[in-house]
């Protein structure tokens, strides 16, 4: 080998030795150690820039949940296409059925065909059956469970589901309210007041996104793929007890419970209507609601509760005072109206002791 080659081989090697020292030292791989978590957590919403807040959970919804009696609600799968609802937006009874956006476009994941409530050791079960099968709805639904725990027409909280709804039970999407002033039915519970100025349910007592509240696991919410149900809301028995009244809406409207109830907060005239035969159709300032009467959970009701669901009747009293709170019917068991006093804007006749017409349909209570 030339003298010339010979150098030229040295510098080579000398260049790869260079490199060689300078090389980063590779790492060893580590494995990440994790350990089994005591209890479920759960990752919420960011609380501040960069930052989530992770909720353990210490008691979680049963996996399979049984459905009690069915609770029917007037819906608009019939006429919706028509731009209008058969009937059942009785607007001075808070009952609002209103599953259109304001150009009375029909929204069948905003329409509610019924509901059910169970209960476990720990949770009441709200099943909630809508005519749609996208709670996911691109309108950002939300979905609700009013409580009235004194039975007087005005609630006392609110369990408030917001998408995303998933399969699985979360509690990150659910908040809770309460209504400390007992102002949420304006100045009465049987009959709109508007316009009404109050804070509706002002007092937020469970924020499953941040954590805030005293109990994680408060309420919660999933998507259910079956026939009895579309979603189902969970609440701890502790909020409520076991004795109260309540009832079902879904809002893609307002979505603020600070304004409940919306049929305080505007007239007939101003929010309008879903009922082609009515003076105020259509919608106006009130649309994309839609609500249920209040079912009674844990005692046997008179039948005259404020926004109770028909087809409870009071038992006759066998005179005198023995049972004030039922008064005796008119003479010759009848009723001052009648079926036949019934118009097209409450069609439907509940007998005594309602002796009214309505827009819901009566029916025995099982």
Known sequence: MSSKHRIYLFFCLLVIAVLACNAPASSQPTEEQTSPAASVTEEGAESQPGSTVEVTH???????????KTVFDVESSGTGPEGRA????TYEFNLLERPFTQDMTYIPDLDIESYSMSQDENFHYMSIKLIGSDPNNSLGIHYG?????????????VVLAKPPYAEEWTAASMQVFEDTNHNTSGTSPVRADAPFDSDGYETMLFDGATGFGDDPDLAWVRLVKG???TLQIAFKRSLAGDVFMAGIFADAG?????????????????AG?????????????????DNTCRDAFGFQPTGYEPMICAGYAAPASSGGDNNPGNPPPPSGQGCTIQPSDCTADAPFYWPYPHCACSSTPFYENP
Not at 86 to 89: A, F, L, R, S, T
Not at 273 to 289: E, G, I
């Open 145 to 157: 469970v009013e409580i009235d725990t004194d039975m007087d027409g005005f609630g006392n909280f």
């Open 227 to 229: 026939e009895d149900a």
């Open 273 to 289: 209507s879903s009922v082609r035969d009515k003076k105020t159709y259509p919608l106006k300032a009130l649309f994309s609601v």
């Open 86 to 89: 058969p009937y059942g937006d």
């Open 254 to 270: 307002l979505k603020d419970v600070g304004q409940m109830d919306y049929v305080d907060r505007f007239t007939e005239e101003d």
């Open 58 to 68: 210490v008691i979680v919804p049963s996996a399979s949940v049984s459905t009690g």
